[in-house]
Nanobody
Framework: QVQLVESGGGLVQPGGSLRLSCAASGFTFSVLPMNWYRQAPGKERELVARISASGGRTTYPDSVKGRFTISRDNTKNTVFLQMNSLKPEDTAVYYC?????????WGQGTQVTVSS
């Protein structure tokens, strides 16, 4: 079955960096776009990065553009999220996501806390 396992979250000071990873299995990873979402307490889940199947195209919302970079390694079925210049408002649980036809699959999430 489809499995997405995130790792790499933690506590970081404002201005710091973190790199999240998502290991995928149970589907043909290399043919599907992948996404990172986040959800802060009391807020809706929001998309923070999307990458095409080949990795050649990426999209970001303005809130993270220029600070976050999504990438993927199709030989290792893994997608990454490099987060730089982190701000307290980036604090959230970060989720890896893939859509197969009409079904969305999610990982368990990894907590990112940005605080001094």
């Amino acid at each position: 079955q489809v499995q997405l396992v995130e790792s790499g979250g933690g506590l970081v000071q404002p201005g710091g960096s973190l790199r999240l990873s998502c290991a995928a299995s149970g589907f043909t990873f290399s043919v599907l776009p992948m996404n990172w979402y986040r959800q802060a307490p009391g807020k809706e889940r929001e998309l923070v990065a999307r990458i095409s199947a080949s990795g050649g195209r990426t999209t970001y919302p303005d809130s993270v553009k220029g600070r976050f970079t999504i990438s993927r390694d199709n030989t290792k079925n893994t997608v990454f999220l490099q987060m730089n210049s982190l701000k307290p408002e980036d604090t959230a649980v970060y989720y890896c996501n893939v859509r197969l036809v009409t079904q969305d699959y999610w990982g368990q999430g990894t907590q990112v806390t940005v605080s001094s």
